[in-house]
């Protein structure tokens, strides 16, 4: 195999499942609560930053900091429920308050991350360091833990969703909400519920990937906008969408990056996003409103 | 055990209720019998918290649950099952059963509720594993039917029970909630047919432009053909 080839597969496996990881997160919380999440990004990098000061201020190994990074992204947003989504909901302008709300979140939070550290980049160290070569192309295990955790958990999330009783209410508030409400299922609960899993998914990502990326206040912003648009390609609330969706774009753009130069790769996802969406308007899963986890 | 006093309801910009008084006693079976439009499916709503009242008062075994949200008083034991059915599209029939019995019960429990549901239905259990939006309109109401028996309901309240049915799949509802009422657990129906709650009523309520104008026991009420062919056309 060329190196070019693997470079390009290894790559794309990577990219897709971080996309697809930082993509599960807001289809969840778009399906369940129909919130378009804009300070999924902020959420990513309050976990980040949170266990880049475990890690470097309490000299704490990272498997400790990993943890408590995940648990301050979750209860930070859920604390988000509780101030800006909880007491719009069934309001009229829901959709508005909410979308300008976390975009405030998040400028609130880079700010706030510049202004209690500093806008300089920071290092947080890989959960596994070292790599091996596969055809001159490195594999950093660190990589592979992240491909493995990504796939790992679109399988708990699946199995939550499918065969657990508060996995299947989030199915039922979200298919029929006030129906879910006649059954005694507590709906704005379990908003909540959603939307912390999400915040603990996108905070995991913020923490697994800074070892790549570097971490700075803004971090969150491509991720972000890379799950923005998986989620709009593979359809709204559908985690299986997330999925392959996650990785028919990863693989797409490593790709077009290896055989015709990063300037390629970004122009190339949305003309593909483009082709796709003129052939099926909903993305790869979604059935319109209908459809939903 | 339910009792309604005063109860004013209605949507933005009109009041559609004015003043309910009801009552339902243990293992009573009580009709609301009204024509369409006349606030039948609002009183069920303003009465299990889907619609919150103006004024008045619900009481469930004397405790005030008026500003209760739904759930919670779903919880408490007032189960409504709500025209339209209103199932979960994407799930199969076993999982919007098992939703029925989300309150409360252990796994054990709830299989144990399934197996009885099973009986009444046992179309149910063969089709456990079809989603629920590829039924048709009577498997609906059934499945419908079926969901709200999974709880531990101390009253049911249904909407208008054979509203777009074909009348044989009206009959075998009527016969299915037949044997719920033997089974001792209270009903409150809202319908627009006397014909088809004969046999399920102990008391009935006549409801015209969203006041209560009569009630009475059913023989006595639901005998009166004049009355009733006056006031239900």
Redesign the interface.
């Known amino acids: 195999m060329s190196t070019q080839f693997v470079q390009a597969v290894w790559g794309g496996i990577l990219f897709g499942s971080v996309y697809g990881l930082m993509a599960l997160g807001l289809t969840l919380v778009w399906g369940a609560v129909r919130l378009l999440n804009l300070a999924h990004g902020a959420i990513f990098v309050v976990g980040s930053y949170v266990a880049f000061f475990v890690v470097s201020k309490l000299n704490l190994p990272i498997l400790v900091a990993l943890p408590i990074g995940v648990l301050a992204a979750a209860a930070f947003a859920y604390l988000m429920h509780l101030i800006f989504i909880r007491p719009v909901i069934g309001k009229p302008g829901f959709d508005n308050s909410t979308l300008i709300a976390t975009v405030g979140i998040s400028i609130a939070v880079s700010a706030a991350a510049i202004l209690i550290f500093n806008p300089e980049y920071k290092v947080i160290p890989p959960i596994i360091s070292g790599n091996f070569t596969l055809s001159d192309v490195q594999i950093t295990k660190q990589g592979l833990l992240v491909i493995g955790t990504s796939l790992a958990l679109f399988a708990l999330v699946y199995l939550f969703l499918t065969y657990t ?1 508060r996995g ?2 989030i ?2 508030v979200s ?2 909400q ?10 704005v609960r379990t908003y909540g519920m959603v939307i912390a899993i999400s915040g603990a998914l996108a905070g995991l990502a913020g923490v697994l990937l800074s070892p790549f990326f570097f971490l700075n206040p803004n971090s969150g912003f491509n991720p972000m906008i890379q799950a923005l648009i998986v989620t709009i390609f593979g359809g709204l609330g559908s985690v299986r969408g997330a999925l392959v969706a996650g990785f028919v774009l990863g693989i797409f753009e490593s790709f077009v990056e290896v055989y015709y130069g990063v300037a390629w790769a970004q122009p190339g996802v949305f003309l593909l996003i483009i082709l796709m969406l003129i052939v099926r308007p909903n993305g790869l899963f979604g059935i319109g409103e ?4 | 055990m339910l009792e309604v006093k005063g109860l004013v309801a209605g949507y933005a910009g009109s009041e559609v209720l004015h003043g309910i008084d009801l009552e339902v006693n243990e293992g009573e079976g009580v009709i609301v019998l009204g024509p369409n439009g006349h606030g039948k499916s609002t009183l069920l709503r303003a009465v ?1 918290g ?1 619609l919150s009242p103006r004024a008045g008062q619900v009481l469930l075994d004397g405790k005030d649950i008026t500003r209760w ?4 008083i ?2 408490a034991g007032l ?2 099952i ?1 025209q339209g059915d ?6 199969t029939v076993t ?1 919007n059963l ?3 019995a ?3 019960p252990t796994w054990s429990e709830r299989s144990a509720r399934l197996g009885r549901v099973y009986e009444l239905f046992p179309w149910l259990k063969e089709r456990g594993g079809q989603l629920a939006r590829t039924l048709s309109g009577g498997e609906r109401r059934m499945l419908a039917l079926g ?1 709200g028996l999974m ?1 531990k309901a101390k009253l049911l309240l249904i909407d208008e029970p054979s509203l777009g049915l074909a009348p044989l799949t009206t009959q075998q509802i009527y016969a299915s909630i037949h044997k719920v009422k033997e089974s001792g657990l209270s009903l409150l129906i809202a319908d627009e047919n006397a014909n088809h709650v004969a046999g399920l009523a102990d008391r009935v309520y006549l409801l015209e432009t969203g006041s209560l104008v009569r009630q009475g026991p059913a023989d006595e009420l639901l005998r009166d053909k004049a009355l009733l062919e006056s006031y239900l056309g």
Do not use: C, K, N, W
Request: hydrophobic share 50%.
């Open positions: 009783r299947m209410a199915r039922a298919q029929q006030e129906a879910a409400s006649l059954m005694a299922i507590p709906v209908v459809r939903r986890l | 299990t889907l949200r739904p759930d919670a779903a919880a189960v409504h709500p209103l199932l979960f599209p994407e799930m999982e098992l939703m029925g989300y309150h409360g969901r709880s």
